[in-house]
């Protein structure tokens, strides 16, 4: 909920210096407020895996929509040698991302029966993303 009112707040902030600002945050406001209705929904409705499954595929197409960033994958340094620095992948990274999301909304639901494990799990995953990109920016 914090995430979303400071990016509420970023969007009418910004809005008046890049209107192509406002596209790119609404989608992701439009895609973690899905995640959250889902899990809301999961805990109400008690829905089923095969449910479970898909729906995160379908929360993540807003941001995936008005991605226009690059669609290759920096390759892991022991394989830079074989593989080069980058892999251009093109329209499986879409797939790639969706595959991603389903995995990390669905892992995180898994742990959610165990109280505070999924909050210790996400500040592990955030930490792991911003420690590998540290990394791959100095390097």
């Known amino acids: 909920m ?4 400071f990016t509420t707040i970023g969007i009418l902030y910004q809005s008046r210096f890049n209107p192509n600002f406002i596209l790119t945050h609404i989608a992701a406001i ?10 809301f929904c999961d805990d109400v409705f008690d829905l089923k895996w095969r449910h479970k499954l898909w729906m995160p595929a379908i ?11 690059v669609t290759y994958i920096v390759i892991p340094i022991i394989l830079r040698p074989y593989l080069g620095e980058t892999l251009e992948i093109g329209i499986f ?8 999301t389903i995995f990390c909304m ?25 420690l590998y990109n540290s990394i791959e920016m100095f390097l």
């Open 93 to 100: 990274y879409y797939l790639y991302m969706i595959a991603l």
């Open 59 to 69: 929360a993540s197409l807003p941001i995936l929509v008005v991605y226009s960033g």
């Open 2 to 5: 914090v995430f979303l009112c």
């Open 106 to 130: 669905n892992s995180i639901n898994i742990h959610a029966g165990i109280n505070g494990l999924e909050s210790g799990q996400s500040i592990i995953i955030a930490s792991s993303i911003m």
């Open 30 to 39: 439009l895609t973690i407020s899905f995640a959250v209705h889902l899990g």
